[in-house]
């Protein structure tokens, strides 16, 4: 395995994560990498550098960002956005893997891509839950500001820096796993 396959799956791997916060905010920044010729798609996926693919997802990264901070709006996307995330995270990671046969290339998307984006979503949309119910939906325009921040970090910090990116994802699933501890409904002891 090569040093540049080894940099691919780790920036697969933090966008991925990525798109577990914001779905299309990962995309437009892969697509801004690849228009600039920053970092090099496998072949089949170059249309995510193109101009019309940078205006459309330049478009949806607003138009997402945005929804976010509408009531009711933000839980209703929640519900859509785990298997458009898991969808992404799996178009991430193929898009960005080098040097792989296509077997390794789609079961490392859909396991490492899909599963990490579907994964933190999930308890992503469960802590916008647990912030609706508690504080009657007052405290979300925050937490979709920590999501979005967190997403533009983690795509710049994946495009950029990719090793960094992988200790990153450990760092956020650590956090989400003890989030995820906190919330979960203590079940009482039997005697």
């Known amino acids: 395995m090569t040093v540049e396959t080894i940099l691919s799956i780790c920036l697969g791997i933090g966008l991925a994560a990525s798109v577990g916060f914001r779905v299309f905010l990962p995309l437009f920044a892969l697509s801004l990498a690849a228009y600039f010729n920053f970092w090099e798609l496998n072949e089949s996926w170059s249309w995510i550098g193109s101009t019309a ?93 920590v999501e979005t921040v967190t997403s533009i970090v983690m795509s710049i910090v994946s495009i950029f820096l990719p090793i960094l990116a992988i200790i990153l994802v450990i760092f956020i699933f650590y956090i989400v796993f003890r989030l995820y501890k906190k919330l979960k409904p203590k079940t009482p002891k039997s005697s």
């Not at 009711?72 to 995330?85: K, R, V």
Request: aromatic share 4%; charged share 5%.
């Open 53 to 145: 693919a940078l205006i459309t997802l330049g478009i949806a990264t607003l138009v997402e960002i945005i929804a976010y901070y509408i009531p009711f709006i933000d839980n209703a996307l929640d519900t859509i956005a785990i298997p458009l995330a898991t969808v992404a995270g799996t178009a991430v990671m193929v898009s960005t893997v080098a040097d792989l046969s296509p077997v390794i290339t789609w079961s490392l998307a859909i396991i490492a891509g899909g599963g990490t984006a579907a994964a933190i979503k999930g308890s992503v949309g469960a802590t916008r839950l647990g912030s609706t119910v508690s504080t009657a939906g007052i405290a979300n325009p925050v937490v979709s500001t």
